[in-house]
């Protein structure tokens, strides 16, 4: 039952992709095609691109993907809890606010660190 | 081994496991293959477009489409044809099969949300018991093919708009998975069509301090999760040209625009599931599904009557959607980045401790009552308040000692040297 479940993902996984390259083949098809140089450059306000594009990010990016994954994995810590929150009572309650207090001590040790800042 | 292969791989071994399939199964799952995702979703979903043009026409002062077919009703088929007959443009320096794989992802995903929403009793396309787990999974594939939408076509302002983006998404993220566990605390259970029926015995769960505080960060964070104002930082069009999706025409473009709106029908029917109580039409009256007696023929009556609830309850979180992108100017990106941070995440934490606290207090005990709610908001009502409060107090503050630059305060008042006049501001 629980397997079936998954194979309908699958199939809904196919039907969605084919609902995405569907359109864009028809239009492979029906669609004029005249290609031009100057089509194919990229469309930066009418000024040809300057240096490279593919270029390093900055760091700024990193820090708030790194704060990502720790709340996002602190969620996967919750989600167990919350689910069976109905068994365990008050005892976990307390657990789970020192857990989360350490959590937000974290959060506001990076706001003070100026982390959350974005220049 | 690319992805047809695999889910060819992942089918043939399903086969292999001759999972028992019955006729009845089948045909559900054609029907809602066939009909509901590859015709009634999209559909709903053009008539979407149709319905913003309206509403923000009519917020501007003027009439929206009018010209193709009475009141234009017509106008979606006639930019669907429109689309698909454009030319299909890969600037030269593009990586071409991530800029044609990009589209197909974001629309994917949208798709893939949409296989666990409980529309009325036994009318979900699949009750997954880990529905709400898998639903977070599935939404957060859209910031991946975003980024390789803006990566691939070699154009700086694809480039910046897929950073915002991708930073945006994953910040918003987090508040928005937090304000769905005092659902899963108080339903005990992942599944949507679980968390459906506790809410016939207990009341919509936004009718309480800590469901009516995560429904609203639930709301927020779902508009910036789908990119919509005032939160469309990473197609704004004023800076950005048109973000990420700049080197997207005709239909590649349409995918992505049909994505956008197909998302928000998403996440309106999250919310309208785990928060507004599905179809049911009254917060605290429990439908009465035995209305018209046993018969299969009542069932079928009582279920059109949910779905019709329900796809009303969707169609006003739509419309507010719609409203606050013609009413909210677009946000700036640092104070998009603090909202999310300095915000909704400690306001979601909170939550989630409050939730707990609703539960001992009121469902725990037993049997549902007034006087058992009452109790219940009174102790909450006021920890929730005042942790609003203080969140918004603790940031004025901040703000206030440390702004980000003399011509950029994030609140309190401007120096006379900047503002002219000394003017006191408030803001985010």
Redesign the interface.
Known sequence: M????????????????T???A??A???V?????RS?V???????GVL?HGE???R?RI??YI??L??VV??IE?VF??PW?????DLG?FA?VE??IF?AI??VG?IYA?AKGV???? | MN??EG?AC??LW?QS?A?E?DFW?KAR?AL???VG??GIF?GIVAYMVWLERKVAARFQDRIGPNRVGPFGLLQPIADAIK???????????ADGAVH?AA??LV??SA??VM?VIPFAVGLA?????SGL??LIAASSLSPLGIFLAG?S?????S?IGA?RA??QL??Y??PQ??AT??V??WA???SLVSIFDRQVNQGWFVASPPGLLGFVILFIASIAEVNRAPFDLPEAESEL?AGYH??YS???F??FFLAEYLSVFAVSCLATAIFLGGGMPIPFLAFPVNLLGESAWSYVIVDAMLLAVFLVKVLAIVFVVLWVRATLPRMR??RL??FS??YL??LA?VN??VA??W??LVI?PGAFDAGRWMMGTAVTGPIVAAACWGVFAINRA?GARAP?SEQWPSVGRIGPGVGGRGVSRRGL
């Open positions: 629980i397997i079936s479940n998954y194979i309908f993902i699958g199939l809904l996984l196919l039907v969605a992709m609902f995405g390259l359109p864009i028809l239009a492979h029906v669609a004029p095609r005249k140089r089509k194919e450059v990229a469309y930066e306000c691109t594009t593919w270029v990010f700024q990016y708030y993907a704060l990502f709340f996002d969620v919750l989600f919350a689910a069976s929150y109905a008050i309650l789970m606010t989360l959590l937000l959060l706001w959350l800042r974005w220049v | 992805v047809f889910a992942a089918f399903a496991q999972v399939l199964t799952w809602w293959l066939l995702f590859f999209p689309l698909i007959t454009k030319e299909d443009l890969v600037p030269g320096g044609l589209p197909v629309i994917t798709f893939l296989a396309p699949v009750n997954l018991p787990v898998y990566w076509s070699r154009n700086k302002y480039l950073m991708v930073a994953v910040s993220e987090v998975v937090l566990i005092p899963v605390l005990g259970s992942f040209i700049t080197e005709g239909m590649r349409g995918l990106v640092d980045m603090n941070w300095k995440v400690p934490l989630v401790l707990a606290v539960y001992e725990r901040h980000v």
